[in-house]
């Protein structure tokens, strides 16, 4: 089979290095990859917002099955355009998309259907939006409505914050077209939990649950990131939590996207947040996580290109998806200065004997050197029976990974360490 991946970041590279272990894949195309990935699959210079050209392309090397991994071309209906020349796809089309595609929907959706969720009010009208604040409750949040590169929701902790954040959005256009429409919604408390669901709009088989480390700092200081490490699973998501998720969350979730002639296929991430009164959804998101990936693929036993096939033709309830018993910790290696100003073209050395743990997202191959070319630059993953072992595993084999500047956090997983001793789950 010749398999086509959309996207060029680490989440990529663990789908890859997964999809690989199937004896039937021959061939695996990454658009646009990145010049880690060129390792394990062949990399073409096609971006993964170019749905004209990614279609062209998958015509003509006769690709068997695609899989769209980022937000973008999902929300922008890749999906929908391949399908069109006959090719079968992982990932929801573009109406269901929207789920992630507009937070003003997927608020009014679980208002509608009576999943948890933060008591909200949206705007279109800057004007008003500051009105609401002079009466808000504080700390709030504000959210951009669209697509920001997981940039666009601010916790504002004083009234003068989140009017400075409602002019900055929808005013000066911090995020474009993105911040038309804004969502202010009442800051919740509690840990965060991150649960990915394989659906086929039928079936809903959630993975192992995460914990992601989004502050750039040590216990959890300095600004947000993309996420500086995970570890899975998260040991505040006990059986019964998992059992209330599902009964409240998740197959409303499914049902209310089929009830909207939206049916959702693919990856459905919920973002969760334990508050002393229940599990409430912070976001929805229509493809995998990252970093969330690179620990929940390792942990999976079976194979990732057979159930993604069998949510494609609605068989997921007839395929076996087992997940091991064991633990996983990724730790990410940034530029210094991530996630503001960084400098990139640093070489990067990567011993063969941790090879198989490194997921790359920001590199690039110049002159035969593997070279930085992102904030991100890649995750290092270790699989154990335990949290600790994993969690010490994984910042071992850290030690054989460098590039000059190369920053990380030394905290990944201690959080969930203590949890896992006694530590008061919903008070850290």
């Known amino acids: 089979m010749k398999i086509l991946v959309v996207g060029g970041g680490g989440r990529e590279h663990a789908i890859i290095k997964k999809i690989k272990e199937n004896i039937s894949v021959e061939k695996i195309f990454a658009l646009?990859?990145?010049?880690?990935?060129?390792?394990?699959?062949?990399?073409?210079?096609?971006?993964?917002?170019?749905?004209?050209?990614?279609?062209?392309?998958?015509?003509?090397?006769a690709i068997d099955y695609a899989i769209v991994a980022p937000d973008d071309p999902l929300v922008l209906g890749c999906v929908d355009a391949l399908n069109e020349k006959g090719i079968k796809c992982f990932g929801p089309d573009k109406a269901a998309a929207i789920i992630e595609g507009s937070k003003v929907f997927s608020k009014n959706l679980m208002k509608k259907y009576n999943i948890p969720t933060a008591e909200y009010e949206t705007f279109d009208d800057a004007s008003e939006a500051l009105k609401y604040l002079e009466t808000a409750k504080i700390p709030t949040v504000i959210k951009a409505d669209g697509l920001a590169l997981g940039k666009g929701v601010i916790i504002a902790q004083t009234r003068e914050e989140a009017k400075a954040a409602v002019v900055e959005?929808?005013?000066?256009?911090?995020?474009?077209?993105?911040?038309?429409?804004?969502?202010?919604?009442?800051?919740?408390?509690?840990p965060e939990v991150s649960v990915l669901a394989f659906t086929d709009g039928i079936t809903l088989v959630p993975m192992v649950s995460s914990m992601d480390h989004k502050r750039i700092g040590d216990n959890d200081t300095g600004l947000n990131t993309g996420g500086m490490g995970t570890i899975a699973p998260n040991p505040c998501y006990t059986k019964e939590m998992a059992e209330i998720c599902m009964e409240k969350i998740f197959l409303p979730t499914m049902a209310a996207m089929k009830a909207e002639n939206r049916t959702f296929k693919g990856c459905l991430y919920f973002g969760l947040m334990l508050t002393p009164e229940g599990p409430k959804v912070i976001e929805y998101n229509c493809r995998f996580g990252d970093p969330e990936t690179q620990v929940v693929l390792p942990l999976l036993e079976s194979d990732l290109l057979t159930v993604m096939m069998a949510v494609t033709d609605e068989k997921l309830a007839e395929c076996e998806v087992k997940f091991s018993d064991k633990n996983a910790c990724c730790v990410i290696l940034a530029s210094?200065?991530?996630p503001e100003a960084y400098e990139k073209g640093k070489e990067i050395t990567i011993d063969d004997s941790v090879a198989d743990s490194v997921y790359v997202a920001g590199a690039k191959v110049e002159d035969g050197k593997l070279l930085t070319n992102g904030g991100r630059v890649l995750g290092v993953t270790a699989v154990s029976d335990t949290l600790e072992s994993a969690i010490n595993d994984a910042y071992k084999k850290l030690e054989k990974v460098n590039f000059e500047g190369g920053y990380f956090r030394h905290d990944i997983g201690a959080k969930a360490l203590k949890i896992q001793k006694g530590g008061d789950v919903l008070g850290i």
């Open 32 to 61: 646009p990859g990145n010049g880690g990935i060129a390792l394990d699959a062949e990399c073409v210079n096609i971006g993964a917002t170019e749905i004209d050209k990614i279609c062209d392309f998958a015509a003509e090397n």
């Open 169 to 190: 959005i929808m005013e000066n256009g911090k995020f474009g077209a993105s911040g038309n429409n804004i969502v202010i919604e009442e800051f919740l408390t509690g």
């Open 336 to 338: 210094k200065g991530y």
